[in-house]
């Protein structure tokens, strides 16, 4: 049943209810859930849990949770007008798999790790409905046996080739690995050629938010520059014999103390070696760390979102490619 003519129905109408419930509730859960899984999960190999993971408080509904509720109602919603009479396996199965997506953006965001445990149980959802899918012959996302396996080759293909782009040319990473496997059990899922439409939605969302989190930087530099020439011209302002008085008191601090020269020295040069200290120690890794933290792209929640707008809009997107292919 089309979705516009399923939502009109009463049943239509009561999933829609229910969806929308549904969607407050499995965000409250996995919410608790990011919040009690091992710290560990959210840490690299061999890196030591922050105080922050281990106090079990990472995500906090009262905050973005509200946003996230809406956005797993809305999600939800549109999965069931996409799957609705005949086709409930699909609308459970998708339902799950949207939920441990957004789990899956949400640490990529904060913690820019993927964890493995969701990524497996990603592609176990994934393994499931392909073999439902095709040994019942609905053809809704492969059309062969062999599609999710050429699915998840090409996904986890077309991101090593991107990481090793990223090592030749910029000397860095250009993919986690973790992202490598995300996108073989995505590429599971959405099987071939659905692999191909999922990696174009990943890269324009992606797009999309790098140039507007860009114009949002250069906004904000922008403001940040004007603040001091602000603050400069109000200096400016100061009276014309300040600079007089300060030199004559300098010069009746020396002529009472003669030591206090040397001592001033010798206190601004331990200063500024203590200053140079804790940039070395610990500013100096702060640097690094915003260096770093700067030139990663979280990729993972672009990957999620393909997922779900190629389960939640698989008819659409289907509709527009053969729209376009009709124009050659």
Partial sequence: MQPLNYLNTAGGMIWTAACALMGVLLTWLYYRVINRIPAAWLCDYNETPSAELLSGVRVKYAGSGIFM??????????CRLQYNKGFDIYFIVFSLIIVVSLMIAICDIKYTIIP?????????????????????????????????????????GVMII?????????????????????????????????????????MLTAMVCFCVILIVIRIISRKAAESPQQGSEAE?????????????????????????????????????AGEQAGEENGDGDAGAGNEGAGSY???????????????????????MVGLYLKLF
């Fill in 69 to 78: 509720s809406v956005v797993t109602a809305v999600c939800l919603i549109l």
């Fill in 116 to 156: 493995d445990q969701f990524t497996v149980l990603l592609g176990v959802l994934g393994l499931i409905i392909s073999i439902y899918d095709i040994v019942r012959g609905f053809g809704l996302l492969h059309s062969t046996w062999w599609s999710p396996l050429a699915g998840a080759a090409l996904g986890a």
């Fill in 162 to 202: 991107i990481d090793l782009i990223g090592m030749i040319v910029y000397k860095k990473d250009g993919m986690g690995f973790g992202d490598v496997k995300l996108f073989a059990a995505v590429g599971l899922i959405t099987g071939f050629p659905g692999t191909i439409i999922a990696f174009i939605i990943s």
């Fill in 236 to 272: 400016g302002e100061a009276p014309a014999g300040s600079d007089k008085l300060q030199a004559d008191t300098e010069k009746t601090d020396e002529h009472q103390d003669p030591d206090a020269a040397g001592g001033s020295d010798g206190a601004q040069a331990d200063e500024q």
């Fill in 297 to 319: 792209l979280a990729f993972g929640p672009y990957i999620a979102l393909s997922l779900i707008c190629y389960l939640v809009f698989n008819d659409f997107i289907y509709s």
